[in-house]
């Protein structure tokens, strides 16, 4: 891999811009560096790489995006080059420009339509040449579909297979997932590149903020297709992805998808993972979204071993797992700002409020009021502060608490809060309906043991 320069781009260290090698993102826990390595199949030795990498040089902390991405942490200016070259020499190369996903056993699921590997890779190629500038967090999904299709994922253009009787067609649609994205047009394999940069230079040419739901559909369309726009196409769709965690048959292959718990995991405890699941029979390790990490090569004789070694190193075997909706960041773990344990909090929110965690609402805890790990407003975020944890309702971890406890008094204030809501709750209730009818008086109470 040739490490491009190092230097580091000061003007995108705020939030808003994508993190990676070359502009790291400055949070409350020193600069965030987010990758995405080139090859879709990833080797225990890469992964060990990735794990030895994140504790030399961050925090030791390593996330699993919601796209599928790495994320290592608490990184200062110093330590950004040397990464770099630790990336290079373990022969890890990762991708740069725009985010192009596809789904991640493209070209070896066979229930897929197509293989969308050869037209992401053409379109990448294609947007480098034109050398356009385009919307920092641009997105485009190219989907072939397949038991881990992204049909689920948003973005700002979405190429979807279909299958025909005539072979498989792309449907071109921008701004959405699979159900919202508004159809642009139907496209053979040779013209779907052509097409989609048609799209792509729309986009470059109403300027560098525009995303795909501000573009024109009626004027895309006419310019592109001879007048099938693609709209009958939704209903010749497939049902909807499997989430990734859990067991898939893929053809023949045995794939286990583990999560690690609250979407992080330290690098140590990566690792023994890794060890274990390739003592297990685990030959190959990809990428997926929903902050998840699959495992190929098992034998079914090997699955529940596998399924042991995950848990025991905090990661979720299953979809099912109560603490899916909760957001924390690094904590006292991993951050000198933190005045709390946000993965000890959590797992307490997960022990005595799992009420709160059906996936309707999402909770936030964060280990100082710069709330790094959920920037944008959640359901309940608690929040860790010189006097304590910090209440906020629909709120962000910088708004104004609407109570405090002391810190060694937060587990009871969570068994409170949780009996509070058990108590309240109908039958079928999502905790969304039962936050949204319950007065915030009321929730304050419990959770300061007023009631
Ligand atoms: S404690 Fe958490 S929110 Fe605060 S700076 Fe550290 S990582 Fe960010």
Not at 96 to 103: D, F, L, M, N
Not at 349 to 356: D, F, I, P, T
Request: aromatic share 2%; charged share 20%; glycine share 10%.
């Amino acid at each position: 891999m040739t490490v491009a320069s190092h230097r580091i781009d000061t003007n995108t260290l705020r939030r808003g811009a994508c993190p990676s090698i070359t502009a790291p993102m400055q949070t409350g826990d020193g600069l965030l560096v987010r990758l995405r390595p080139v090859s879709a199949a990833l080797s225990a030795q890469d992964l060990l790489a990735l794990a030895d990498i994140a504790r030399r040089h961050g925090n030791g902390l390593i996330e699993i995006t919601a796209r599928g991405n790495i994320q290592l942490r608490g990184l200062i200016d110093a330590s950004v080059p040397r990464l770099a070259a630790d990336l290079a020499a373990a022969g890890i190369e990762t991708r740069t420009g725009v985010a192009i996903e596809i789904p991640p056993l493209s070209g070896v699921d066979p229930s897929e339509i197509a293989d969308a590997t050869p037209i992401a890779d053409a379109l990448r190629n294609a947007i480098a040449a034109a050398a356009l500038t385009l919307a920092p967090k641009l997105a485009i999904v190219v989907d072939g579909g397949g038991v881990l299709s992204l049909s689920d994922m948003v973005a700002d253009i979405r190429l979807d297979a279909i299958e025909t009787n005539e072979g498989a067609l792309w449907r071109l649609a921008i701004g959405g997932d699979r159900e919202t994205a508004r159809s642009v047009a139907l496209l053979p394999s040779d013209a779907v590149v052509d097409g989609t940069m048609a799209v792509v230079s729309a986009l470059a040419a109403a300027g560098p903020a525009t995303r795909g739901r501000d573009l024109d559909v009626p004027t895309l369309s006419a310019n592109l297709s001879e007048g099938d726009n693609g709209q009958e196409a939704i209903s010749w769709f497939k049902s909807g992805p499997r989430h990734p965690v859990g067991k898939h048959h893929i053809g023949s292959r045995l794939v286990l998808g583990v999560a690690p718990a609250y979407g992080q995991v330290h690098a140590d405890r990566l690792a023994a993972l890794v060890q274990s699941l390739s003592a297990c029979g685990a030959m190959e390790f990809r990428l997926a979204t929903h902050r998840t990490l699959l495992v190929c090569g098992l034998s079914e004789e090997g699955l529940s071993a596998a399924q042991g070694a995950a848990e025991r190193e905090g990661f979720w075997c299953t979809d099912k797992a109560p603490g899916r909706s909760v957001s924390i960041c690094a904590g006292a773990a991993g951050c000198a700002s933190a005045s709390f344990d946000t993965h000890a909090a959590a797992d307490a929110v997960v022990a005595h409020a799992a009420g709160l965690l059906d996936g309707s609402v999402d909770i936030h805890i964060s280990g100082c009021p710069k709330g790094c790990a959920h920037p944008a407003r959640a359901a309940v975020t608690l929040c860790g502060t010189a006097d304590g944890v910090g209440l906020v309702l629909n709120g962000k971890a910088s708004d104004p608490a609407l109570a405090t406890v002391p810190a060694d008094g937060f587990v009871p204030a969570i068994q409170r809060l949780g009996a509070l809501l058990r108590n309240r709750r109908a039958e079928s209730e999502t905790a969304k309906s039962l936050l949204d009818r319950t007065a915030p008086d009321t929730i304050v109470s419990a959770y300061q043991g007023h009631q």
